[in-house]
């Protein structure tokens, strides 16, 4: 096989989930029948990797220094939702209605892996708590091990900022019945139960 077309096999293998047949299935597809698109493809890559940057306020992906979310006014500037990746600030924006800001920590709290306060943007977060007009930080990290430790540190550090902290509720799924859920969401949803008014 000519190198260049191992190279792309080889390149197109970064994508996740994309194996050594499905990449020179890709390879093979584009080459064959869609030049035009796979140009249009590595421009888009090209612009996209050299351009998008993180946003200097939330670190969500944007090409400017202060993403749009960030800049527009019509969001609420009293609610902070603290999220571990772009994916799930994408999924909250898609799913629910919320209208206030958010923060990225591009990561959770992994010692082990190198992942410190540092890596987070922890000293960004606590600045922009410190700036007042936050009045309740959502904490959304996922209900994982580390994803509850990392919950755990940014309580602490909203409350020193004096700022509410609050949790999703991870629980039933809606329409689920009990019997069927795993013994850990089931423990979690037991353990955060909330009063009836
Ligand atoms: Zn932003």
Do not use: W
Request: charged share 25%; with cysteine; net charge negative.
């Amino acid at each position: 096989m000519s190198k260049l077309l191992t190279d792309l096999i080889e390149a197109l293998r970064c994508l996740p989930g994309v194996g050594g047949k499905s990449a020179q299935r890709m390879a093979f597809h584009l080459l064959e029948r869609d030049r035009e698109r796979g140009l249009r493809l590595a421009q888009a890559l090209d612009e996209a990797m050299r351009q998008i940057g993180n946003c200097s306020r939330c670190r969500n992906f944007s090409e400017t220094p202060v993403c749009t979310l960030c800049a527009s006014p019509g969001r609420d500037r009293q609610v902070l939702c603290v999220v571990e990746s772009p994916t799930e600030l994408a999924a909250i924006e898609q799913a629910t209605g919320y209208r206030g800001q958010y923060f990225v920590l591009l990561g959770r709290l992994s010692p082990l892996d190198g992942l410190g306060p540092q890596e987070l943007g922890l000293d960004l977060l606590a600045e922009r708590l410190g700036e007042g007009e936050i009045e309740e930080m959502i904490i959304a990290t996922n209900p994982t091990v580390e994803g509850e430790a990392t919950a755990h540190y940014l309580a602490q550090l909203a409350r020193a900022a004096n700022v509410k902290p609050t949790r999703l509720a991870h629980g039933v799924p809606l329409g689920g019945e009990l019997e069927y859920v795993d013994r850990g969401t089931l423990a979690h949803a037991f353990g955060s139960r909330q009063s009836v008014d």
